[in-house]
């Protein structure tokens, strides 16, 4: 079975860093466009970041140079590398992952982020 499992969300002060991981089973993780998205009480699931299996990245504009994407495929896990965090980004973080046809598409459960003083 498909499994995308992610940790290291927690409760961090605004400014401070947290790095967020993702480790995928069941997949050919090699072949998938990896990627983050957040989500906040009331609004839509956003894309953060994604990586592609030829290490393209891509970012949404509220983060770029704050947070980094990448990904190991030895490990199956991509992570994200979060700096100088801000309250405005609590949300709950997922790892997703696309297939190379992109017919297939797969999220984790989410790690809660949390940034208050």
């Known amino acids: 079975q498909v499994q995308l499992v992610e940790s290291g969300g927690g409760l961090v002060q605004p400014g401070g860093s947290l790095t967020l991981s993702c480790r995928a089973s069941?997949?050919?993780?090699?072949?998938?466009?990896m990627g983050w998205y957040r989500q906040v009480p009331g609004k839509q699931r956003e894309l953060v970041a994604n990586?592609?299996?030829?290490?393209?990245?891509n970012y949404a504009d509220f983060v770029k140079g704050r947070f980094a994407i990448f990904r190991v495929n030895a490990e199956s896990a991509t992570y994200l590398r979060m700096t100088s965090l801000k309250p405005e980004d609590t949300a709950v973080y997922y790892c997703?992952?696309?297939?190379?046809?992109?017919?297939?598409?797969?999220w984790g459960q989410g790690t809660h982020v949390t940034v208050s003083s």
């Open positions: 069941g997949i050919s993780f090699s072949d998938y466009m």
């Open positions: 997703n992952g696309v297939s190379e046809s992109g017919n297939l598409n797969f």
């Open positions: 990586i592609t299996s030829t290490y393209t990245k």
